[in-house]
């Protein structure tokens, strides 16, 4: 059974309940947060111009899915960029409840798979927080490299932050 799929739109009222439950675990690895983040219809109407940049051709949108077939968080590839640079920017999350049971993992997987043979990209990128060992382990499992820091580089949780840089190039180039 896939762990992904493409999100829809009919997903917000769900997302929306998740990210709520999850409002103070993501905190302190994601910018800050409107309190209008959190409502239905901001979630829908997120999910709607994602699904827009997918039909562009931009971005790839996924939930991650429990064994009960809900969302238990998610996996985007954004920023596709096509002509010399092949390449794409991955992110991902899983909600608290189902952490530890090697989901973002199994997501991640699925999702560098895709874009290397459906897309076919040449390269992806991904980077975290430098205590963020978890993420690094998802990004170690899956054929990712570290090829530096850069200082500043994300504003999250309202600070300007340092992160490692990750990329994993296409087994087939
Ligand atoms: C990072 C995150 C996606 C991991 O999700 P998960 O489904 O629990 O990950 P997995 O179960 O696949 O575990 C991945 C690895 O991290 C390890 N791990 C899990 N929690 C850990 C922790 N708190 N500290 C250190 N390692 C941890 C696991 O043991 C596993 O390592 P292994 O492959 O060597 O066995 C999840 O914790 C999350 O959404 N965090 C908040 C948002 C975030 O950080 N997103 C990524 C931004 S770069």
Redesign the pocket.
Known sequence: MPTTRLFTSADAPELAALVRRNRD??AP??PERDESYYATETQHARLQHALREHAAGRMVPLAILDDADRIA?GVTVNSIDRGAFQSAAI????SES?????????AVAETVRMAFTDLGLHRLQ????PH????Q??LL?NGFTPYGRAPEYLRIAGRWQEHILYQAITPSS
């Open positions: 675990f993501l690895w994601e968080g992110g991902y999350w899983v189902h952490n530890g049971r090697g989901l973002a993992t199994r991904a980077e975290t927080l963020n060992t978890a993420s382990r998802v499992s």
